[in-house]
């Protein structure tokens, strides 16, 4: 079993920046990957960045540019830093821990909602 809690989240104005902090703690696997996904109302949940043990990166498309993923593999952190924010970003965002290789290791945080609006 894998916990994970999110912070960071809040409302913000368009064109402004938010940080996002994901602790985990648990059994963990390796090698493994830890990300962000967000899911808007009305809306499937979507790949927002990724980043694997190994220091592999991915990012969603409507993201990229604009949002940075880093982790502290010591620390067992993962943290989301999303500038230049715009409405349609507003998403309730899941921390998510997986195995690299074992498909049935697939973890998920409460979630923090952003929200941006002038």
């Known amino acids: 079993q894998v916990q994970l809690v999110e912070s960071g989240g809040g409302l913000v104005q368009p064109g402004g920046s938010l940080n996002l902090s994901c602790a985990a703690s648990g059994k963990f696997v390796s090698p493994d990957v830890m990300g962000w996904y967000r899911q808007a109302p009305g809306k499937q949940r979507e790949h927002v960045a990724v980043?694997?043990?190994?220091?592999?990166?991915s990012y969603g498309a409507s993201v990229k540019g604009r949002f940075t993923i880093s982790r502290d593999n010591a620390k067992n952190t993962v943290h989301l830093q999303m500038n230049k924010l715009k409405p349609e970003d507003t998403a309730v965002y899941y921390c998510?821990?997986?195995?690299?290789?074992?498909?049935?290791?697939?973890?998920w945080g409460k979630g923090t909602q952003v929200t941006v609006s002038s």
């Open positions: 980043m694997s043990s190994g220091g592999f990166m």
């Open positions: 998510n821990y997986a195995g690299a290789i074992d498909n049935d290791i697939n973890y």
